[in-house]
């Protein structure tokens, strides 16, 4: 059912979508309201406390994408074995993290952080 329902983009929780977009593009509400609340809100992101939710939004959206792949390989019938569905659980947090940490590591070798 979850493999017919994902990519035909049928939302189960619609209302649950819309305070996620109100909260995701808080960038562009910001350019929109003008350009001293768009440098106010790219300095508080740019700030200790806005790079560590960045880091943490970053670790949740990874963490979210390795759980997709493992929920597309249950669709198709494999993985279901209570071994196997713990490796999986545990590989999708080390993917997570080492991901994250690669991603980070690279925005500050290249100068962008």
Do not use: E
């Not at 995701?24 to 106010?40: D, E, I, K, R």
């Amino acid at each position: 059912m979850a493999l017919a329902r994902h990519p035909g983009g049928v939302d189960p929780a619609p209302r649950r979508r819309r305070g996620d977009l109100c909260r995701h593009s808080g960038w562009a509400f910001a350019l929109h309201a003008g350009p001293q609340v768009f440098a106010t809100y790219t300095s508080v992101l740019a700030s200790a406390p806005g790079l560590v939710v960045l880091f943490l939004i970053t670790l949740a959206l990874l963490f979210h994408l390795a759980n997709g792949v493992r929920h597309l390989v249950w669709d198709v019938g494999f993985g279901f074995a209570p071994k196997t569905a713990d490796a999986t659980a545990w590989g999708a947090f080390a993917f997570a993290l080492v991901a994250n940490a690669g991603l980070w590591l690279a925005l500050a070798a290249s100068g962008k952080l």
